[in-house]
């Protein structure tokens, strides 16, 4: 198996993105986005198997190396630890069936698939606050769309988008206890929501700002500081404030920004990174901001990590603006689609947005970075003040 206890604690804490082998199989694989998990990978009846064993956050490098030991033990019996462990939770949630301990257990298998391993609380939270309150300790095999009607009436016309959530929440925790084992309803969800109704709650989008007045905005952001040169690099590249916040410099090669996959939004799982054609102006924005990195990164804040979403949004806030950082995307979408002759499916990518279904995007290799290089440039001219002509994609 190799030498064994390879890291240090040390090392663990420090280590930049990547995967690092303690040896035997034991494996961290620490993220961009900041997270990090251990996993252990084995070999059984001929299969490699790549078996998670907590986030860093959670689990001590001796605490791994401890977990690490007891699955092995398991593969020289001849049994897929994996199994194994889906067994001995199976058995578990027959001994206990209530609907928190179900709820989270599901949140505990999909905490590699949020950002920072879920510490933030968004994905349980909805539940926690308005679920789990008062059917927590009801056994899920129990439950029935009144009994979720009656925790959600109370917001689903005043909290649309938080009823929703928990309703998708509940639905994901419901196929959960199925998976393992238990005789539950997959359809408890959607039939609350029928005997719920339409909610009358409107949909409040972020507010934008309209491309023609961007430039003059632009404009004002003339000090060299870590807020306006963040918000200058966001209105150029039309990327979401989340990977922009957290850029570190070895992210660019050249005249291109590759965000990685698990940093876009609606890529969770996904494997491809974003490519992102940086203008001659976004260049120069890069190189102005420079002197402001710190720990790698790009936009740090004034204390410690990095700029915060709310930071740039009171900037905008106390400039007496209802428009909001977010919104600077559908200044560029609506600027394509008022001025350039861009097809639906490149200009959809310059967003990053996911176009056309998984058979069609399989068969189309290409991310239309030349046709979107040249469109980042003329965005960049009319942000800048340019003449803003309308483009052609020869």
Do not use: C
Request: aromatic fraction near 6%; proline fraction near 5%; hydrophobic fraction near 40%.
């Amino acid at each position: 198996m190799g030498a064994r206890d390879k890291l240090t604690a040390v090392h663990v804490r420090t280590a930049q993105p990547g995967k690092y082998s303690d040896g035997a199989g034991l494996w961290l694989h620490k993220r961009p986005d900041g997270g990090a998990q251990w996993f252990l990978r084995v070999t059984i009846h001929g299969r490699r198997r790549e078996m998670g064993l907590g986030s860093l956050h959670d689990v001590s490098l001796k605490e791994a190396r401890a977990e690490a030991q007891k699955w092995r033990a398991v593969v020289r019996a001849g049994k897929d630890p994996i199994k194994e462990r889906e067994k001995l939770k199976r058995e578990a949630a027959r001994a206990d069936r209530t609907l928190r301990v179900i709820a989270e257990d599901a949140f505990e298998a999909r905490k590699a698939d949020l950002k920072d391993d879920g510490k933030a609380g968004r994905w349980f939270s909805p539940l926690e606050l308005h679920v789990l309150p008062k059917l927590g300790q009801v056994p899920i095999e129990d439950l029935d769309q009144h009994d979720i009607k009656t925790v959600l009436a109370p917001i689903w016309h005043t909290k649309a988008d938080t009823a929703r959530k928990a309703l998708n929440r509940l639905s994901i925790v419901l196929r959960h206890a199925a998976a393992l084992g238990l005789d539950v309803d997959l359809q408890i969800a959607e039939k609350a929501k029928a005997l719920l109704g339409t909610s009358r709650h409107v949909t409040q989008h972020i507010p934008a700002m309209s491309w023609p007045k961007v430039p003059a905005f632009y404009a004002s952001l003339a000090e060299p500081t870590v807020t306006h040169l963040a918000l200058r690099l966001l209105i150029l590249t039309g990327v979401r404030s989340r990977p922009l916040r957290f850029l570190r410099l070895e992210e660019i090669d050249g005249d291109v920004w590759t965000i990685p996959a698990e940093a876009m939004k609606g890529r969770r799982g996904k494997t491809t990174d974003f490519r992102v054609p940086l203008s001659s102006e976004s260049l120069r924005v890069i190189e102005l901001a420079q002197p402001h990195m710190r720990d790698g990164y790009l936009f740090p804040s004034v204390r410690k990590g990095v700029i915060s979403d709310a930071t740039m949004s009171r900037f905008m806030e106390r400039r007496g603006l209802e428009a909001r950082p977010h919104g600077f995307r559908t200044s560029l979408r609506t600027w394509l689609a008022e001025t350039t002759d861009a097809p639906h499916e490149v200009a959809e990518t310059v967003l990053g947005h996911v176009t056309d279904s998984a058979v069609v995007r399989t068969y189309r290799q290409t991310d239309f970075l030349k046709q979107r290089r040249v469109l980042m440039e003329r965005w960049a001219d009319q942000v800048t003040g340019g003449k803003g002509k309308v483009v052609k994609l020869a």
